[in-house]
């Protein structure tokens, strides 16, 4: 923009200085006309030294006005539109991105206010996305500061217990199941903060394979089954023993995982949990249902954006990394719920 604006400032400079030449050259040609008008007035042939130096001064006046003329179109089209885009400049320099010049067809500076428009809309678009992967950032930092005190601080409290001499055999064993639990899912949420640290590498890839992914989807639900259990939850499953499809074992996993740990945390005790898998003409179909209560209007709308938890806490990532994992797949994950049905659902499409 800055060399556009110092060519047509170059350009308009020397078409004044090229006219102020001309008249200069033609002061004579003008003079000689304004004693030509005068003889024919007055019919006579010659003039007199008074009239001469009338002539003189007219030519004078006339170049003056003219150039007059040149100087106000000069200012108008050069200089006004100069001293604004050079104040709006420094504006912006200043850290004001909510400037903003009026475009006019002021000798083509209208192409370069707009082009100084755009250029600022561009920088506040920039600025707003920076204070926004800011905000996320800040929530994160956050997040994994509380989401971790919590099992850290009951780790450290029962590791104490474990220190006592008279604690029983029992009460030892308590100990020890609540500190696997709680590194454990400690662990869950790192892993879920170090996936989705990585969706925005070149270098990620999906590699799908061949393999049942129905034996995947049962092997998930067997070591998870003792949640189920500690909760008092009901499983319910229509999963066929074989169903043969092209994924990425590893990645699905942890789809599966994160949509089964989300249906434990997010619902209360008897609650019923489907799991279902289906054939589909070109594909796989895998549903996790319950009949826990519906979500509420805020948190529908924004289930799959990271950081956004329930009331029972976790990362806030295990959600969005399921999505985002399902897209590079080419397939989807989306929340479903209506009012003819009790349960609420997480359809998967491989």
């Known amino acids: 923009m800055k060399k556009e604006y110092s060519r047509k400032l170059q350009a308009f400079l020397r078409f004044l200085i090229a006219i102020v030449i001309l008249l200069m050259l033609l002061f004579n040609r003008i003079r000689d006309f304004i004693k030509g008008v005068i003889a024919g007035w007055s019919g006579k042939e010659g003039l007199g030294d008074g009239l001469k130096t009338q002539v003189n001064v007219a030519s004078v006046i006339f170049i003056l006005i003219i150039f007059g003329v040149i100087s106000h179109i000069a200012k108008k089209y050069i200089s006004d539109p100069a001293r604004r885009i050079a104040d709006s400049m420094n504006k912006v320099s200043s850290g004001d991105l909510d400037v903003r010049l009026e475009a006019k067809d002021s000798f083509e500076f209208g192409e370069i206010e707009e082009a100084f428009n755009n250029m600022v809309v561009g920088l506040k678009e920039a600025q707003t996305l920076r204070e926004k992967n800011d905000e996320h950032n800040r929530q994160l930092y956050a997040g994994i500061a509380h989401d971790l005190k919590t099992p850290m601080t009951m780790v450290m409290g029962y590791a104490k217990l474990l220190k006592k001499e008279d604690i029983s055999d029992e009460e030892r064993k308590r100990c020890l199941t609540?500190?696997?639990?709680?590194?454990?899912?400690?662990?869950?949420?790192?892993?879920?903060?170090?996936?989705?640290?990585?969706?925005?590498?070149?270098?990620?890839?999906?590699?799908?394979?061949?393999?049942?992914?129905?034996?995947?989807?049962?092997?998930?639900?067997?070591?998870?089954?003792?949640?189920?259990?500690?909760?008092?939850?009901?499983?319910?499953?229509?999963?066929?023993?074989?169903?043969?499809?092209?994924?990425?074992?590893?990645?699905?996993?942890?789809?599966?995982?994160?949509?089964?740990?989300?249906?434990?945390?997010?619902?209360?005790?008897?609650?019923?949990?489907?799991?279902?898998?289906?054939?589909?003409?070109?594909?796989?179909?895998?549903?996790?249902?319950?009949?826990?209560?519906?979500?509420?209007?805020?948190?529908?709308?924004?289930?799959?954006?990271?950081?956004?938890?329930?009331?029972?806490?976790?990362?806030?990532?295990?959600?969005?990394?399921?999505?985002?994992?399902?897209?590079?797949?080419?397939?989807?994950?989306?929340?479903?719920?209506?009012?003819?049905?009790?349960?609420?659902r997480f359809v998967v499409s491989v």
């Open 178 to 344: 609540v500190i696997e639990q709680q590194i454990e899912a400690a662990n869950v949420q790192l892993e879920d903060m170090l996936e989705y640290s990585k969706f925005g590498s070149a270098s990620y890839k999906i590699i799908p394979e061949e393999g049942n992914i129905a034996a995947l989807l049962r092997g998930i639900l067997a070591d998870m089954f003792y949640k189920f259990e500690e909760k008092k939850l009901v499983l319910n499953l229509e999963i066929p023993d074989t169903v043969i499809c092209k994924y990425d074992h590893s990645q699905m996993r942890r789809v599966f995982s994160n949509l089964i740990n989300n249906a434990v945390r997010h619902n209360p005790e008897n609650t019923t949990i489907k799991v279902t898998m289906t054939e589909t003409g070109g594909g796989v179909e895998v549903v996790v249902a319950d009949n826990g209560p519906f979500l509420d209007e805020e948190l529908k709308a924004h289930i799959f954006e990271p950081y956004i938890k329930g009331k029972n806490g976790g990362s806030g990532l295990g959600l969005s990394v399921a999505k985002k994992i399902m897209e590079l797949h080419g397939g989807m994950l989306e929340y479903v719920e209506d009012a003819e049905s009790e349960f609420k």
